[in-house]
């Protein structure tokens, strides 16, 4: 059976993803306490409704307890997102996602029993940094505070040398998850695997490992 979902807080992050959860098929509610935000993705996702999600019974009324996962993606008050989550957590719902506005904002939410919290406009201002501030670094994504999965494009030193011969896990500490090549993706590549020209390596590792690994593509 399809995944359910619930959305509350249809502005800019909490509708990106009622947008993709219903462009992939998936049974998704879309709530808001504005009736021109409902009123917009109406349309889009499978129910949109109005309610003060900070009140138990309109939850209850919701039948939230049945989504299989509910996204808080309230905006500025924090103490609604507080609540909201609070309330979720007392219905018994299994997995819940919250936007924080910032680390004070987080810890709450922890605290509290949220089972996931993301900061959309921090981590996509790092993920940028990280592109500006780089050549060869196509994409970035944060696993936790040290550790990240990144796209690199290999370097001229690579192009021609077997995964087994650079051994990088070794020197660098990093591990090459997939190459990308074109439109496909070679996941687990073998040991004996050769790098390609224009080849987009996918590796994951500490942070610092990763750095590292760069700073010596850019040298080569």
């Known amino acids: 059976m399809k995944k359910e979902f619930a959305v509350i807080g249809l502005g800019r992050f909490g509708g990106s993803i009622v947008r993709e959860l219903a462009k992939q098929g998936l049974e998704v509610m879309a709530i808001d306490n504005k009736e021109e935000r409902v009123n917009e993705y109406s349309m889009i996702a499978s129910h949109a409704v109005m309610g003060d999600t900070t009140d138990e019974s309109v939850l209850k009324s919701l039948g939230i307890r049945n989504f299989d996962h509910v996204i808080v993606a309230i905006g500025d008050d924090i103490q609604a997102s507080i609540?909201?989550?609070?309330?979720?957590?007392?219905?018994?719902?299994?997995?819940?996602?919250?936007?924080?506005?910032?680390?004070?904002h987080e810890k709450v939410l922890l605290k509290i029993g949220a089972d996931t919290?993301?900061?959309?406009?921090?981590?996509?201002?790092?993920?940028?940094?990280?592109?500006?501030?780089?050549?060869?670094?196509?994409?970035?994504?944060?696993?936790?505070?040290?550790?990240?999965?990144?796209?690199?494009?290999?370097?001229e030193g690579l192009v021609g040398h077997t995964i087994i011969e650079l051994d990088i896990r070794a020197r660098y500490g990093i591990n090459i998850v997939a190459i990308k090549r074109g439109d496909e993706i070679n996941v687990s590549p073998?040991?004996?695997?050769?790098?390609?020209?224009?080849?987009?390596?996918?590796?994951?590792?500490a942070d610092s490992d990763i750095n590292r690994f760069e700073k010596k593509l850019m040298s080569i």
């Open 83 to 104: 609540l909201t989550t609070l309330i979720l957590k007392e219905l018994g719902v299994q997995n819940i996602t919250v936007k924080a506005q910032n680390d004070y």
């Open 117 to 155: 919290v993301v900061h959309p406009e921090r981590d996509m201002g790092r993920r940028i940094a990280h592109k500006l501030n780089s050549n060869s670094i196509l994409d970035y994504l944060e696993l936790s505070d040290k550790h990240s999965i990144v796209e690199i494009v290999a370097g």
């Open 190 to 205: 073998q040991a004996s695997e050769m790098i390609l020209k224009n080849d987009i390596l996918i590796v994951i590792g």
